[in-house]
């Protein structure tokens, strides 16, 4: 349950992989430790999208267009009790995201979740809590439609909206601190040291 926690919170604020690396734009060749001592390079393309901060934006964005547009196609103004569960669950992982970052990212920058070096289990849950997490979303979305709980609906979106923000702003805020910007691709999860970019003073 832990583990699954940890994969979900990555990927909305979350996630980890890999120690710090150095790059040669655009493409990076570092040496890292692999399973059973030995040593891979790893070649790093970072795009626009594969910066962590930047996947977090689209669905910050993508949450709160979402919530614009179904509060605008609400006819009738939806009880506000029924809409706090929702807020107060973001409000919840803002905070417990906010005192917890330091331990995952820094866990990320240990190189713990660059996916050569994880164990198979490991692998597998990562790989499958984006899926099952959206089809719990949906499901729980669809009961909801289909009992006409609008309020809730409401909620639920402005609930991850502020998740999305929260995460954005507090990675944004670690990654100024160090120097250093976490990278999200194929699987994996790293640090690039910014300053050996010319891009931190």
Not at 98 to 110: C, E, I, L, N, W
Not at 135 to 159: E, F, K, R, S, T
Not at 167 to 181: A, D, K, N, P, V
Request: hydrophobic share 50%; charged share 15%.
């Amino acid at each position: 349950m832990m583990a699954l926690l940890e994969t979900i919170r990555a990927y909305l604020g979350w996630c980890p992989m890999t120690g710090s690396v150095r790059m040669d734009r655009p493409v990076q060749h570092a040496a890292a430790a692999a399973p059973g001592g030995r040593e891979g390079a790893l070649r790093v393309e970072p795009g626009w999208w594969n910066r962590y901060h930047n996947q977090i934006l689209v669905a910050a964005l993508i949450a709160s267009a979402a919530t614009m547009i179904l509060f605008l196609l609400i006819e009738e103004t939806p009880k506000y009790w029924a809409m706090l569960g929702g807020p107060g669950f973001g409000v919840g992982w803002a905070i417990g995201f906010f005192f917890s970052h330091k331990k995952q990212y820094a866990r990320v920058t240990a190189g713990e979740f660059r996916r050569e070096n994880m164990g198979r289990r490991l692998r597998i849950i990562r790989d499958l809590s984006v899926p099952v997490a959206f089809i719990i979303l949906v499901v729980v979305l669809a009961y909801l439609v289909q009992n006409g709980m609008v309020g809730q609906i409401l909620g639920i979106m402005l609930g991850l909206s502020l998740v999305g923000w929260a995460t954005y702003g507090i990675t944004l805020f670690w990654e100024r601190g160090h120097c250093t910007t976490l990278i999200a691709e194929k699987g994996s999860m790293y640090t690039l040291d910014m300053a050996a970019e010319g891009e931190c003073a």
